[in-house]
């Protein structure tokens, strides 16, 4: 699910990234963000949600170069239960369908 969002966070060098960007997948525990450069595992960011303007935070899991070379795969989880972050309603685990 593609979904607007803003990137805060401090990458190397103590240096502040603020960047405009898009959702590649969303899920209950968090996401993966697709960027212009690459997040170290760890690093804690803030995304708002460009439909929302809710905004929460995340940690770094994992990076990975995107197979077409144009953008940074960076997956985050939650630091929180995200609720209504998404505006999507995830089946709960215990849901049949």
């Known amino acids: 699910m593609r979904v607007p969002v803003e990137v805060r966070c401090t990458v190397a060098g103590g240096r ?8 590649g997948v969303v899920g209950v525990h968090g996401a993966m ?3 212009s450069c690459m997040v170290e595992m760890g690093t ?6 460009h439909f929302s303007q809710q905004t929460e935070k995340f940690r770094v899991v994992w990076a990975r170069s995107a197979e077409d ?13 995200l609720g209504d ?7 709960s685990r215990s849901d049949p369908r």
Do not use: A, C, Q, Y
């Open 16 to 23: 502040l990234l603020e960047e405009k960007t898009h959702t």
């Open 33 to 35: 963000v697709r960027m």
């Open 44 to 49: 804690e960011v803030e995304l708002t949600n």
């Open 69 to 81: 070379g144009d953008l940074w795969e960076i997956g985050v989880e939650s630091m929180k239960p």
């Open 85 to 91: 972050f998404w505006g999507v309603r995830f089946p």
